[in-house]
């Protein structure tokens, strides 16, 4: 019997440790994403002070041993409601770009793959939406369905979807009448088979650029509607309100009110942004020869 010995190692577990030697900087993000993952899921149980708590004999207290973001103007720990804010916004922006890339792609797909009359239509309705500042019309959306955390999800999925929807177009338009697509028709594949199989995994790449791109972009959207009052609700800890809380009192001194909650949320913002590449590299198949 021969005493070679295969390895049981998964092929993309050794992609992803590839990705991550070649790419130091993709590296990193996904460190940082692990830890805005860790407040998230055991914010709430980690944290040193109940976020929800008030007491006015310490309001207003700088950063200090005890309370290491200081506590805002109800007496209420603002490292803890940082921490758990995390949960809530990553929520929201997770859930939103989800709802965008489905119905994107699927639109997308259809259009570049079968084009005609559907193709036409979906261009106008897409220039529609973009016709308007993606910002003020989340904000209609929003003042019209009410400040809900499921309206702003919806919000910023339908302001997002223009993005998935042309890019997918493109991408599929393309490569319909590739070598490798006539094959898969001649071998019998149907035209959704060779969408879901042969097409659509060679328009990922791209898209998860975009994804990582939208995802701090929805972080920021939605903490720019609480910013504005069209949001999440006080007390809910979220960061857009902090912010526009902590605002108030920069003039009077108490600077770390409006700091933390938006060096956390810039934080968040780079981690996405610092892994596009990454994520188009895990999910390119050209990557994986």
Known sequence: MSNKTISTEPKFSSHILYIMRDNPVTALSFVMFGILMVCAIFGPYIVPHDPLVTNTSIALTPPSASHWFGTDNLGRDV???????????????????ALSFVIGSLLGASAGYWGGWLDAVLNRI??????????????????????????????????????????????VNIRRDAGFVQAAKLA?????????????????????????????????????????????????????????????????GEWWLALF?????????FTFNLMGDGLRDLVDPRKRT
């Open 79 to 97: 490292f803890s409601r940082v921490i758990v804010a995390t949960r809530l916004d990553l929520s929201i922006s997770v859930a939103a770009v």
């Open 188 to 252: 019998g594949n149907s035209d959704i088979r060779i969408l879901a199989v042969h097409i659509f995994p060679n328009a990922l790449p791209p898209m998860m650029v975009q994804i990582s791109l939208n995802l701090g972009w929805a972080i920021l959207n939605a903490a720019g509607l609480s910013f504005i009052g069209l949001g999440v609700r006080p007390p809910t800890p979220e960061w857009g309100i902090m912010v526009a809380e902590g605002a108030n009192f920069v003039i009077s």
């Open 261 to 269: 909650p938006g060096l956390w949320l810039m934080f968040a913002v």
């Open 126 to 171: 897409l220039d529609t939406i973009m016709a308007f500042p993606l910002f003020v019309l989340a904000m209609g959306i929003v003042a019209a369905l009410g400040n809900t955390i499921e309206n702003i999800i919806y919000a910023t999925a339908v302001i997002n979807i223009p993005f998935y929807a042309r890019l997918v177009r493109a991408e």
